[in-house]
């Protein structure tokens, strides 16, 4: 049977859109078989590698892997752990041992992360249809005290870091502002002064709104290089 | 071809058009005008589900509220659920659970939240038109897309997208919602209101899959432009 592709790399897809025919071809993420057909299950780009082909979506909730650096807001203190939001559709728990910190035992544990702290942990296990568990134990693992959080779209993380955080290290430079991204799209910028976070935040806007575009490092090279000419009214 | 009250032929679809990103909290959102029905539709999840009881182990639960607007009718309408607007969240959650997969996220809950705007005659079509778009914006995985459209018997004939004005003809026209899949061409909501004989319904079926395609080709349009032309959400 003649197998062949439908569409091209790259190209934007719908959920239902047929993008290969015939057996030759596997069915990856965000993708499903049909018969002898491969169709789309997710609104986003194409990824043909030899024979695999994937979507990848451009929009969508967090889905948590192990291992990532995630951003998250404590919202509820429990006897035994912290319960973090970190944009997921399930929630987060940092528990007791995993914390840095030595917890003596019937402390009040919102004198170390109280609610509304914004944490940068690391996810450690993920449990299917329940939630994710934390840590805080590791290098820049920490709570992130002042600043500003910015949301993006998870998909285009790897974007504002860049090739080996090409792009990231781009915006630490020209701003000197200390950033962390999480891989759950939350971004967390601390400048000396709020002109520093602003510009630094502009930048990784403009990054989010133009993932797709090509030259986007020269680009923000440009935006940061003219210093202090985009702040209007900040 | 004879044609109708406002000049269209009897299997043309009042002027369309949509747009994606209206509702900016909402991780997805979609609105769909038909003629002078405008619906508008925000998707919130998957997310977690409360109360805990209501929490299903093996899937995701779709949540689907359908309201009007008090003013989307020239008479003012009471706000808040009503009988009404029960049933049509009810066949909405109906018509999309067949395509969203909702195996990936159990114990979750995705709420979809659709608001007539303003009515005229379709407005669950134009509901689940739009709320089919918000769902893809959302990034939630589905099978396929679904459209629908509002086919009916005004006096002897057999047409498509009815208005409000047709639907209320002396002779009492019969309305009949349809929804389909874009892929397996699947009818996921079929409503009759009045009175047809087999042949008639075929044929109303026939000219609905007609009427659904160009939606999906709209759908489609919509959906691919965010993102390919760099335009904001």
Known sequence: MDS????????????????????????????????DKILASQLGLVSVNNRFVKVIALTGKYSAVEGDLVIGKVCDVTIGAWLVDIGGAYGAALALRETPEFIERGSDLTRYYDFGDIIIAKVVNVIKGKGVDLTMKGPGLRKANGGRILEVTPSKVPRIIGKQGSMISLIKEKTSCMIVVGQNGKVWIKGENTEDEVR???AVLKIEQESHVDGLTEKINELLSKGGKNDKQS | ???????????????????????????GSAMFQIGDTIAFAA?????????????????AMLRCHYDMASFSVSERKKPGPSRRSVEISLVTEKALSSVVDLKLYPNAVIDVFIQIIQANAGTRCAGITAAAMALAHAGVPMREMVAAVSVGKVGKEIVLDLTKEEEDEETGATDIPVAMTSYNKGITLLQLDGEVNKKELIEALKLAGKGCEEIFKLQERVLKEVYSGGKNE
């Open chain 2, 43 to 59: 998707v919130y999840g998957p997310r977690e589900l409360h109360p805990r009881f209501l929490q299903n182990p093996e899937k």
């Open chain 1, 4 to 35: 062949k592709m439908l569409v091209e790399d790259r190209d934007i897809v719908i959920p239902g859109e047929v993008l290969a025919c015939g057996m030759d071809f596997l069915p990856g993420n965000g993708t499903y078989r049909e018969q």
């Open chain 1, 200 to 202: 630094a935040a502009e």
């Open chain 2, 1 to 27: 071809m004879t044609s109708r009250v406002d000049g269209r032929k009897i299997d043309e679809l009042r002027k369309m058009s949509a747009r994606i990103g209206v509702v900016k909290r909402a991780d």
